[in-house]
Structure formats: C-alpha cells, structure tokens
C-alpha cells in the first residue's frame, strides 16, 4: 500500500517562507510523477505544483507561479514544495499525489494515491 505523509506546514506571516515535505513509501516512486493540491473550507480542491518523474518539467498554477518552486529527490522518495512570498490567500490545507493516469496535471482525477494533508495558514 503506498502512503503519502505530508510534512513543514504551520502558521506563517504574510510574505514568508514555507518548506513542505512529502515522503512517499515504495520502491518505485521515481515512476510516477507527482502533484501538490490544496483545498481551503468551502472551496474546492485546487492543483497548485506537479512534476514530472525526473524532475526536468515542472507545472504551476497561475496563482503560484513565481512565487512556488517544487522539486523532487528520487533517492529519498520525496517530494518538495518550497513557497516563498506567501499570501493570505494562500492558506489551506496543502495535499501531495502520486500521478498514475494520463491526462493533465492539473487534474486530480489523474492523482491516484494521496496524503492526509498539511495545514498552511498565512496570517495577514
């Protein structure tokens, strides 16, 4: 069974810096791409970041896109999301998943396996 655990949120002051972590088990984790989401209360889930297997391409949310930088280090089997600039509109719980189907990468629906979530709160 493969398990996400998503780590590095917290409590942040608006234009501040965040690192989140995501460890994902298995062997084979440098097969599949990956993505980070993040939902806030009554919104729906939204795609922020995803990468693809090697690292080499790298896709962001129009929102994010400057401010956000994910990268990957397959020898660890984790998956990072390095938020710089951080807004008040930016807080939410952020998710990381494991890309196993085609399509785009920002669609979640492509996402098989996901972590319980880490909490991100930017305090304006």
């Known amino acids: 069974q493969v398990q996400l655990v998503e780590s590095g949120g917290g409590l942040v002051q608006a234009g501040g810096s965040l690192r989140l972590s995501c460890v994902v088990s298995?062997?084979?984790?440098?097969?599949?791409?990956m993505g980070w989401f993040r939902q806030a209360p009554g919104k729906e889930r939204e795609f922020v970041a995803a990468?693809?297997?090697?690292?080499?391409?790298?896709y962001y949310a129009g929102s994010v896109k400057g401010r956000f930088t994910i990268s990957r280090d397959n020898a660890q089997n984790e998956v990072y999301l390095q938020m710089n600039s951080l807004k008040f509109e930016d807080t939410a719980a952020y998710y990381c998943a494991r890309k196993e189907n085609s399509g785009p990468y920002y669609d979640p629906l492509t996402y098989n396996f996901w972590g319980q979530g880490t909490q991100v709160t930017v305090s304006s």
């Open positions: 990468i693809s297997t090697s690292g080499g391409r790298t």
């Open positions: 298995g062997r084979t984790f440098s097969s599949y791409a």
